[in-house]
């Protein structure tokens, strides 16, 4: 007798990380000392905020087999994701602010629960390497457009990464939001090499990723990204250019992240939300619940601006704004 599939509210896919942050004084944090370790990246952002929201969630990715590896998947089965597609790689360490999501493979997927999800959520960093491509793609058309199935548009720095750090437990700075201003403190030794390194790589790597791109967003129905990630994926900049080409290359919702000046969402059948963005007290931890939230308001059924304005809302720190 084949056991019925179990269906998650929200599953995602691709990239999670340790964060590491600075603990200012009289906050609490997971350790003592400088600075505190938090679960971070996008898929584990997605899978904790729609979690605390209290939506039945998952993350399919890969850890390292080391000490930051353990710490993600406690700190997931803490925050109430299932992670039984977590697994573990002896492959690689587990980077600061990255896991090694690149070495998924199509055939570890179980199509069955992805496609039974209301929502799948896929980080578009796993479409620039192999076997994470294919992976990717593979898990895009099981799908076939059922559903919600969104493609994060999330930019990862051209390869390279940081050869000279090899112990998992040694600190480093903090690389998940600014990969530029990270490279430029990174450690003197190679520092500016990974400048160079980086200019040199991007502008082939972000064509490749165009063109990744374009096969994946014609199995997604929603599209989601900031003015970075959106440019290299349309080769637009202007916001509502961008939310135009994307509905052009075969999403029902695009929605374009603009920072300070908040989030334009425009749905095929005309409606647009404009939402700016509301000041935000600081918080320590990583992580934002901007893609939770808007899971949590699709899958509620609320109307366009609403569901955007709880996003904006929820899209500060997740230690800060959810704990």
Known sequence: MVEPVQQFDVISMGR??????????????????????FLGGPAADVAVTAARLGRSTAVITRTGADSFGAYLHQT?????????????TAASATPVAGAPDLEIHTDELDYFAIRAARIFWITGTGLSAEPSRSATLAAL???????????????RPAPGGDPARTDPDEPRPHYARAPRQAYAEARPHHAEALRHA??????????????????????ATVAVGDLDACEIAT????????????????VELAVVKRGPQGVLAVHRDGTTADVPSA???????????FG????????????????????LTAGTPLDGALR
């Open 235 to 250: 080769g637009v900049r202007a916001p509502h250019a961008c939310a135009e080409a994307l509905l052009a290359a075969g």
């Open 198 to 219: 980086y200019a040199e790589a991007r502008p082939h790597h972000a064509e490749a990723l165009r063109h990744a791109y374009a096969e994946a967003l014609r199995h």
């Open 16 to 37: 999670i990380g340790v964060d590491l942050h600075p603990h200012r004084p009289g906050v609490p944090g997971p350790r003592h000392g400088s600075s505190g370790r």
């Open 76 to 88: 997931l089965t803490e925050s109430g994701v299932d992670n039984r597609w977590v697994t573990r």
């Open 279 to 289: 000041p935000v007290a600081a918080a320590d931890g990583a992580g934002d619940g």
């Open 292 to 311: 939770g939230a808007l899971c949590h308001g699709l899958l509620s059924g609320w109307e366009l601006e609403r569901t955007v304005r709880h996003a």
């Open 141 to 155: 058309k099981c799908r076939d457009r059922a559903a919600t199935t969104v493609l994060e548009l999330d930019l």
